[in-house]
C-alpha cells in the first residue's frame, strides 16, 4: 500500500513502546522518515532506530516527557 509517506516525517510518540516501535516500522516501511520519542528507554530508542535504518530510511530518538514543559520545548 503506498500511502504517500516517502520524504515524509513522522513523529511516533512513545516509540518504544510495543504499539509506538511497530508504529514507527510501518511508517518506514512507507518510506516516511521517522523520529520516535521515547521517555527514560534510550537503549530501546536506539536499538529501534537502528531497525528502521538497516531499511535505508532516516530515524532519530528523541528524549520527551510530556508532564516536563522544558522537556517539550527540547523536543
Do not use: K, N, W
Not at 513502546?17 to 511497530?22: K, P
Request: proline content about 3%; hydrophobic content about 50%.
Amino acid at each position: 500500500m503506498d500511502l504517500g509517506l516517502t520524504g515524509r516525517v513522522v513523529l511516533v510518540t512513545g516509540g518504544t513502546g510495543v504499539v509506538g516501535s511497530a508504529a514507527a516500522a510501518a511508517f518506514a516501511r512507507e518510506g516516511a522518515c521517522v523520529a520516535i520519542t521515547y521517555h527514560d528507554a534510550e537503549p530501546r530508542a536506539a536499538e529501534i532506530c537502528r531497525a528502521i535504518e538497516e531499511t535505508e530510511v532516516e530515524a532519530m530518538a528523541v528524549r520527551l516527557d510530556l508532564a516536563d514543559p522544558s522537556s517539550v520545548e527540547a523536543a
